[in-house]
């Protein structure tokens, strides 16, 4: 089974999450793709996000209905920041037949080698990352993702699935700050838990 874990905050997740995770899974021919809410990203220490239990009520609400999205709570029943290595390690432990995946915002790119037991996760999951104009379309062969200055890694080696969706949390959060309307930019369930729990009302931006 071709199995992608799909990591991240998701504070709050919103349709661009859904459209790209859709994407990856036409592109790359999965078999599922599995959202996995973190408590608290290592890379996100300064913003305290909100409850991981509403987050993970969030991410359940937006993929009910979709049989090859799954929701997997285990990052936000374990204290302290979430590590992609202990995720993916306990993966594998449960699925050892499957191929693994693990999907990544562009923007996450030139940090990778900095993340714990990086060399590690290279052997045990195919790193594909989410573009958008970062990339020149020339064919794969001169396609490249930087995962440090100046050291290339070519298509093959790191797949970027390209597709713009112009949708983040940030703008989300912002806009209900603001009293502003959110209305297509996420679910209307996961719409319906920000304005139950009022979430991000007194963010400033």
Same mark, same amino acid.
């Given at each position: ?58 991410? @359940? &609400?937006?993929?009910? *209905?979709?049989?090859? %999205? ?7 029943? #374990? /204290?302290? !920041? ?9 993966? @594998? &432990?449960?699925?050892? *037949?499957?191929?693994? %995946? ?7 790119? #030139? /940090?990778? !080698? ?92």
């Amino acid at each position: 089974m071709r199995t992608a874990l799909y990591g991240g905050s998701f504070d709050p997740i919103h349709h661009g999450h859904l459209i790209l995770a859709r994407e990856a899974m036409e592109q790359l021919s999965l078999d599922r793709v599995i959202f996995i809410p973190a408590t608290q990203s290592p890379h996100k220490l300064t913003r305290v996000p909100a409850p991981p239990a509403v987050r993970l009520a969030m991410v @359940r &609400a937006a993929i009910a *209905g979709e049989a090859r %999205f799954e929701c997997d709570a285990s990052e936000t029943e #374990r /204290e302290g !920041p979430s590590f992609t290595a202990d995720t993916v390690e306990a993966w @594998r &432990a449960k699925f050892p *037949g499957d191929e693994f %995946f693990c999907l990544i915002g562009e923007d996450n790119v #030139r /940090e990778l !080698p900095t993340w714990r037991r990086y060399d590690e996760l290279r052997g045990m999951v195919q790193f594909v990352v989410f573009g958008r104009d970062a990339y020149p379309s020339h064919g794969a062969d001169e396609v490249f993702v930087t995962i440090d200055p100046g050291v290339p890694a070519p298509l093959r080696e790191m797949p970027v699935i390209q597709r713009r969706v112009d949708i983040s949390a940030t703008e989300v959060r912002k806009r209900v700050a603001q009293r502003r309307s959110i209305r297509y930019l996420v679910p209307e369930a996961v719409r319906e838990i920000i304005e139950t729990h009022r979430l991000y009302q007194g963010e400033s931006h």
